[in-house]
């Protein structure tokens, strides 16, 4: 008797993690409005600092675009890269995503600037939906794969 009570409670709180996984998966927290610089504002709230802890300035960045422009897009990791991905990614990674083409080797490499970029490679480690991570590591992959050809 005792045995088939633990063996119900077990049951009981796998199935209540396994529920619970599926619906964090599910809830992607985005902002009241995706209008400049209200977005910025509701993203400040969540994320005031950038992977590193510096603080963003007023257009969502912590790197002047000079500096991002020397960067080898191909050859740093996600985990070098997500430092220049811009507030908006770090407060709402899973929103940012579903912006994001399906198949990203296909598209134009104009359509990415070093910051985009950083927000995939930032996407990928920090994503709450593991689909989305799996999607978007697939994503940065095929993307400095396509730099590399043309030295970038």
């Not at 400040?44 to 590193?52: D, L, T």
């Not at 002047?64 to 407060?91: G, N, R």
């Not at 104009?110 to 985009?116: A, D, K, Q, R």
Request: with cysteine; aromatic share 10%; glycine share 2%.
């Amino acid at each position: 008797m005792e045995m088939n009570k633990m063996r119900n409670m077990t049951a009981f709180v796998l199935l209540t993690l396994i529920t619970d996984c599926a619906l964090a998966d599910d809830l992607i927290i985005e902002p009241d409005s995706w209008s400049f610089p209200e977005v910025i504002e509701y993203a400040r709230k969540i994320s005031p600092n950038n992977i590193e802890g510096k603080p963003f300035n007023r257009f969502g960045l912590v790197y002047l675009s000079q500096e991002l422009a020397t960067l080898q897009l191909s050859a740093l990791s996600a985990l070098e890269l997500q430092k220049y991905a811009d507030i908006v990614t770090h407060a709402y990674p899973d929103a940012v995503a579903k912006q994001l083409p399906e198949q990203c080797d296909s598209w134009p490499l104009e359509y990415f600037n070093e910051t985009s970029v950083a927000g995939i490679a930032y996407i990928s480690l920090h994503a709450t939906n593991s689909s989305t991570r799996d999607r978007t590591t697939k994503c940065l992959a095929a993307i400095q794969n396509n730099f590399a050809k043309i030295g970038r």
